[in-house]
């Protein structure tokens, strides 16, 4: 059952008479983005299907594709069609834990890797996160358009949350005393709930930034600027579990990384964290088991064997999401290392041996060649493609990344209000007739669009969502007629009074092909 608030009335247009619609044939396969490295980091390009293993939920699966993607030329990339294999790097800000300079320095990194390195021959979207998530420009090509976005991020404000504690109350000997640790205990608490807080702002803008994308095609990858993401915020000297509101709070931070892993990899995009500036703890202290700091983890870190014992939390979600975890002090490299990782890996598809449950299942890919590592995502949520773009539909207005493959009109027209005070709204959505597929069937010419209504409130927070589906049947000599028209949907929409923006999505059935036209309206 789809939600519907009570004060929302959606009157939509008679159906025509239900008709035969072509069935499609689906054939499943889970596709997986592997990334392989020799010991120095460099991408290996010459492994073959049977170099891997594949396994969902501990059992092996039968590679049924297999293809490796190596970084295009710029001319081809240009005129290709093909956008699940193009890259898209979402590049996101997050203002919680990297201070201005710092940030200002890695955005002029960020300038003269575009304008030196960069080909045209993938997207950049670039977004920042503060207390909320804020994209600030769309996938582009345009390097003045990256450029322009940077510029407007450096003019935004830093809403860090953590500082350094002066370590100096540990060695004082009166705090030292039994009965006397009060003041450790406080400033452990605050210093954990500081953290907790500043990671609330960033989880929730990388989960939103997995919902928005989830539905756009092609090789996506977050890169996340950002600094030290410590969960080692308590004094071991003086932490003994005993403080309820400690261990809730790290307890949250843990449920929050691991959203940020299933939702990420849901959306099939992983996350890069590339690490700023120099690293620093919330709590200065000396603690030889202390692993939660990112010290000492340096360069490219990828999944497989490997002694380093980290559990930061841009470590757990970069390797979680099949991404890399860059802690040098040099953002050009880190920049560099992305670009070459990424521009070449391997495509790796099999079909599960289940229908979509709704289920999150976890993915484990093994080479079998010594020495080398690889990067994956470590799972997926087992979602119809309806239900994916739903989720997009669903996010806030100023997430939802309107699809223009298929040109979308809306037209919305508020006449009087009735007797009890709510105005009806009338929306009239069209796409041209020529972007719905028709396909002959008993005589006559079949087909389904789908139509998909998000209202949003001034606050740009959905409040209202509807899918419905229209069947089209059509004799030969109204298809011809109907082709040089154009498809057309009509909806009224009880509403209160204010401001709203509604966004219609119409989606061809057979090709998925999608448009979406946004209006606002103030009632």
């Known amino acids: 059952m789809r939600h519907r608030l009570p004060w929302l009335l959606l009157l939509l247009a008679a159906p025509l008479p239900a008709q035969p619609v072509v069935q499609k044939l689906d054939v499943r396969v889970v596709n997986v983005d592997v990334t392989a490295v020799d010991g120095s980091g460099k991408a290996v390009t010459n492994l073959t299907r049977d170099d891997f293993d594949v396994l969902e939920d501990g059992q092996p699966q039968a590679i049924t594709n297999f293809l490796l993607i190596?970084?295009?030329?710029?001319?081809?990339?240009?005129?290709?069609?093909?956008?699940?294999?193009?890259?898209?790097?979402?590049?996101?800000?997050?203002?919680?834990?990297?201070?201005?300079?710092?940030?200002?320095?890695?955005?002029?990194t960020l300038d003269q890797f575009v304008d030196s390195t960069y080909d045209g021959t993938y997207e950049w979207a670039l977004g920042m996160i503060g207390q909320r998530l804020e994209i600030v420009q769309p996938f582009t090509a345009d390097k003045a358009a990256i450029h322009a976005a940077a510029t407007r991020i450096r003019k935004s404000a830093i809403t860090s949350m953590h500082d350094m504690f002066d370590r100096?109350?540990?060695?004082?000997?009166?705090?030292?005393?039994?009965?006397?640790?009060?003041?450790?205990?406080?400033?452990?608490?605050?210093?954990?709930?500081?953290?907790?807080?500043?990671?609330?702002?960033?989880?929730?803008?990388?989960?939103d930034t997995a919902h928005a994308f989830a539905a756009i095609e092609g090789k996506k990858l977050a890169v996340l600027l950002t600094g030290p993401m410590d969960l080692n915020t308590t004094f071991n000297a003086f932490d003994t579990g005993s403080?309820?509101?400690?261990?809730?709070a790290k307890r949250s931070t843990l449920k929050m990384i691991e959203a940020i892993v299933q939702e990420a990899n849901a959306a099939n995009m992983s996350i890069h964290v590339v690490r700023a500036s120099g690293h620093s703890?919330?709590?200065?202290?000396?603690?030889?088991?202390?692993?939660?700091?990112?010290?000492?983890?340096?360069?490219?870190?990828?999944?497989?064997?490997?002694?380093?014992?980290?559990?930061?939390?841009?470590?757990?979600?970069?390797?979680?999401?099949?991404?890399?975890?860059?802690?040098?002090?040099?953002?050009?490299?880190?920049?560099?290392?992305?670009?070459?990782a990424t521009g070449a890996f391997y495509l790796l598809g099999y079909a599960p041996g289940h229908a979509e449950d709704e289920k999150y299942h976890r993915i484990s890919v093994r080479v079998k060649r010594p020495g080398l590592r690889v990067a994956h995502r470590q799972g997926y949520l087992d979602l119809t493609e309806d239900e994916r773009l739903e989720r997009l539909l669903r996010m806030r207005a100023s997430l939802l990344q309107p699809a223009s493959a298929v040109p979308v009109t809306v037209n919305v027209q508020s006449p009087p209000a009735p007797a009890d005070g709510k105005p009806v709204v009338s929306?009239?959505?069209?796409?041209?007739?020529?972007?719905?597929?028709?396909?002959?069937?008993?005589?006559?010419?079949?087909?389904?669009?789908?139509?998909?209504?998000?209202?949003?409130?001034?606050?740009?927070?959905?409040?209202?969502?509807?899918?419905?589906?229209?069947?089209?049947?059509?004799?030969?000599?109204?298809?011809?007629?109907?082709?040089?028209?154009?498809?057309?949907?009509?909806?009224?929409?009880?509403?209160?009074?204010?401001?709203?923006?509604?966004?219609?999505?119409?989606?061809?059935?057979?090709?998925?092909?999608?448009?979406?036209?946004?209006?606002?309206?103030?009632?």
């Open 70 to 108: 190596s970084k295009p030329a710029p001319a081809a990339a240009r005129t290709s069609t093909d956008l699940q294999l193009r890259r898209r790097i979402i590049l996101l800000v997050d203002n919680n834990y990297i201070d201005r300079t710092d940030r200002d320095a890695a955005l002029r």
């Open 427 to 523: 929306i009239l959505a069209a796409m041209p007739m020529m972007r719905v597929s028709l396909l002959p069937s008993e005589g006559r010419f079949t087909g389904r669009v789908h139509v998909y209504l998000s209202i949003f409130d001034a606050q740009g927070k959905n409040v209202g969502f509807h899918h419905k589906t229209q069947d089209l049947a059509l004799t030969s000599s109204q298809r011809d007629r109907a082709l040089a028209d154009a498809f057309r949907y009509r909806m009224d929409v009880r509403l209160d009074r204010g401001e709203f923006t509604l966004a219609v999505t119409l989606r061809d059935d057979l090709s998925n092909e999608i448009g979406t036209a946004v209006q606002k309206v103030k009632l």
């Open 168 to 207: 100096s109350m540990l060695d004082d000997e009166l705090y030292q005393r039994d009965g006397l640790d009060v003041p450790a205990a406080f400033a452990s608490r605050e210093r954990t709930t500081r953290n907790a807080r500043s990671l609330a702002n960033t989880a929730q803008g990388l989960l």
């Open 281 to 340: 703890t919330a709590v200065a202290q000396h603690d030889v088991n202390n692993h939660s700091s990112g010290r000492g983890i340096e360069g490219v870190n990828m999944t497989g064997d490997s002694d380093i014992a980290d559990t930061s939390p841009g470590y757990t979600i970069a390797t979680g999401t099949g991404g890399l975890f860059l802690t040098s002090n040099s953002v050009r490299q880190s920049f560099n290392t992305i670009d070459a």
């Open 243 to 248: 403080d309820a509101e400690v261990r809730d």
